[in-house]
Structures are given as structure tokens and as C-alpha cells.
């Protein structure tokens, strides 16, 4: 939700601690940030510093609203992750974070399995419609 200040909008991060969200990024500090910005948020996190690790979480039964799949990690990248996980039945959103965002780029990863992307570095709006769209109004919905 965005409200209008006189010349400039206020975003307004609206808690939704029903949320579940798993980060999937090889870089400790990179997982740091995306906590840092789903805090306002008051999003149940959990993390994973590799594919392998994140197709275990699902194996084992974890389910989550969201995942935060970064593109371009070491032994199986994110694209690699997330057709193993289709591949595995899973349905619920994957969520692509890549400093790769030409237009183009970001058509292919919606094409090919991925439901939206994140260009880094994260743009806090674009953060907050993925949550409203793949969380908030999935929870609010009948």
C-alpha cells in the first residue's frame, strides 16, 4: 500500500506473520538483506545456502508462500532448482532473484516455471507487490 505524501508516495509494509518464505541464495549476506527487508513484514523465514539444501526442505514436507530462488549459485544455479522442484509436483510460487533483469531475462524466467522475479539489488515496491500478490491476498482470499 502506497500513500500519497504531497510530492512523494510512503510505502506502507503491512505485517502479515501468517507469511512463510524460504530464501534460497548462496551468499550468507545476500540471505541477511532479504531478511532485512521481510522484517517490517513480520514473514516467518527460513533459508537455504543451496538448491540441494532447498529440494530437502520440500522433500522433508515444508511448504511455504513464497520461494526466493537466487539464479546464480555454485553446483545446480536456481533455474536447475526449480525445474527439480516442479519436477517434484511442487506448485506453490517460485520466485526468481537475479541481477540479471533485462526485459528479456525476465520473460524467460516466468516462461520457463519461475512465477515472477526480483532484480537485485532489491527494489523495495517490487518486493512489496510480490508479497501482496503471493501472500497477503492468497490468506485474504475465500
Known sequence: MEIETGKKTKLIREPM???KVLIVEDVMVNIEIVKLLLKPYLINTEESESGFDAIEKLKNGKEYDIIFMDNFMPEMNGFETMLKIREMGYTRPIIA????S???QAELFCENGFDDYISK???IRQLNDILIKYIRDKHLSP
Open 121 to 123: 539489488p532489491i527494489d
Open 17 to 19: 506473520p501468517y507469511g
Open 102 to 104: 533485462c526485459t528479456n
Open 97 to 100: 532473484l537475479t541481477a540479471n
